[in-house]
């Protein structure tokens, strides 16, 4: 994925690449359109309140969510001509209400970490895998 930005201060247009497998020394060789300044790898493991999110991807959406600008238009990035589109599923009806006291069940082996309403009256809720046991002597309940 790739996303048009405009930094804050100095307004210049620049580009964040999203993409996975490629070497840092290809992606220098094939950008030829100007300087690439930096390249990061994302964490494997996020920590919030002694809780392993795993590999979060939320304060990289904020970040490029941040760099838009109302004279961009709409639509601020461009996919692959290889990117898998997303498949669309049959709507379903729904059979529960849930709030913030009555989350969904939580999946097998996972943690329900978050849970809160947006402004806009939706709810969100967040599951992150349970840490697996470490080694040693184990605890009886």
């Not at 247009?13 to 840092?24: A, E, Q, R, S, T």
């Not at 969510?65 to 049959?90: A, I, S, V």
Request: charged share 30%.
């Amino acid at each position: 994925m790739m996303y048009m930005g405009r930094g804050k201060t100095t307004h210049r247009i620049h580009f964040h690449i999203l993409c996975d497998g490629v070497p840092k020394a290809e992606l220098r060789r094939l950008w030829t359109f100007g300087e690439v300044v930096r390249i990061d790898h994302l964490r494997e493991h996020n920590y919030y309140n002694g809780i392993d999110h795993g590999p979060d991807y939320t304060g990289l959406a904020n970040y490029l969510f941040d760099h838009w600008t109302p004279e961009q238009g709409g639509r601020r990035w461009k996919g692959t001509r290889n990117l898998d589109k997303p498949k669309p599923g049959r709507p379903m009806e729904v059979k529960r209400e849930y709030s913030e006291t009555r989350p969904p069940r939580t999946p097998k082996g996972y943690l329900l970490v978050e849970c809160q309403k947006t402004k806009y009256g939706y709810f969100y809720f967040k599951f992150v895998r349970r840490p697996a046991p470490r080694g040693g002597a184990r605890r009886q309940p």
